[in-house]
Nanobody
């Protein structure tokens, strides 16, 4: 079955960086576009960005362009989210997503808190 496992969350101070990982199994990872989402307390889940199957295509939420970068290592079945110059508005639960045959599959999420 499809499994997505996020890791790398934690507490950081404003201005610092953090890299999240999502390891996938149960589907052809190297043929599947991947997405990162986040959900802040009291807010709806929002799309952070997308990466194509071979990593050559990426797209980001406008407000995050220039600070966040998504990459992938198909040999490791892993997609990454690099977050730089973080601020308190980046505090959220971050989720990995794979849409397979029209069905959205989610990981359990990893919590990121930005606080001084």
């Amino acid at each position: 079955q499809v499994q997505l496992v996020e890791s790398g969350g934690g507490l950081v101070q404003p201005g610092e960086s953090l890299r999240l990982s999502c390891t996938a199994s149960g589907f052809p990872f190297n043929e599947t576009g991947m997405r990162w989402y986040r959900q802040a307390p009291g807010k709806e889940r929002e799309l952070v960005g997308t990466i194509g199957p071979d990593g050559t295509y990426t797209d980001y939420r406008d407000s995050l362009k220039g600070r966040f970068t998504i990459s992938r290592d198909n040999a490791k079945n892993t997609v990454y989210l690099q977050m730089n110059a973080m601020n308190t508005e980046d505090t959220a639960m971050y989720y990995c997503n794979a849409r397979i045959r029209g069905i959205h599959n989610w990981g359990q999420g990893t919590q990121v808190t930005v606080s001084s």
